[in-house]
């Protein structure tokens, strides 16, 4: 896997903004993209160029781009997903910057944590928002026909494990390259197997990923599924 440019940007509520970009964020991993020190000076993280400089933290809109394809980005503070940011790939994304949700504020530290990938990888993402102001991102890379489970790119648990009793209100999906292969969109099912929610995947070569309402209670044996055809 290559090394690619990403780049982008936290819109704060404000308007005040948090220029992103990395030169060598490595495809098929996870790695932080720093603040852009071209236009500010100096490469830091986004948490703490956002809290010493800035005179809002709180972001309310953001945009993260790679060179080619890109999964899901997110920013970790202390451990855990404080925000799943929408994304795009081939250094583009029509409506990008889009808001969020549910507006949260940065503390010194906050990371931005991006999954880049190549043009020929099948993992696919669900980023999701919960009425609490939770988020979350499951992910899966399909191996073969058959149906898939997305697990958290954390704890590897499901997503009725890992949001139990919370209600989710927003999501999007990144499709990876299956465009040839999908047989379904992503579905919420209950312990029945039966659909009570449902997210259609954008391809992250053509296709911006951003919020949209998908409103669902998730139990503790809920999963998120899709079926292939290879």
Do not use: W
């Amino acid at each position: 896997m290559a090394d690619v440019d990403a780049f982008g940007q936290l819109v704060m509520g404000n308007g005040a903004v948090v220029p992103l970009y990395r030169a060598d964020l490595a495809e098929a991993a996870e790695e932080e993209i720093f603040t852009d020190s071209n236009f500010v000076g100096s490469s830091q993280t986004a948490g703490t160029y956002a809290t010493q400089t800035l005179g809002s933290a709180v972001v309310a809109a953001a945009g993260i781009s790679a060179e080619n394809d890109m999964s899901y980005c997110f920013i970790r503070s202390a451990g855990t997903i404080k925000l799943a940011l929408p994304v795009s790939g081939l250094n583009s994304g029509m409506g990008l910057p889009s808001g969020l949700p549910y507006p949260k504020r940065l503390v010194s530290g906050d990371q931005v944590i991006a999954a880049a990938t190549a043009t020929s990888d099948r993992e696919v993402s669900l980023s999701v928002a919960c009425t609490n102001g939770e988020y979350h991102i499951f992910s899966v890379t399909p191996a073969g026909a058959g149906e898939h489970e997305l697990v958290s790119v954390l704890t590897g648990l499901g997503i009725g494990q890992t949001l139990q009793n919370r209600r989710v209100s927003h999501a999007f999906s990144m499709g990876g390259a299956n465009a040839a292969n999908f047989t379904s969109p992503i579905y919420i099912v209950n312990g029945s197997g039966v659909p009570i929610g449902s997210v259609t995947p954008n391809d992250p070569a053509v296709d911006t990923g951003t919020y949209h309402p998908c409103r669902v209670n998730i139990a503790l044996n809920s999963r998120a599924v899709f079926r292939t055809d290879a």
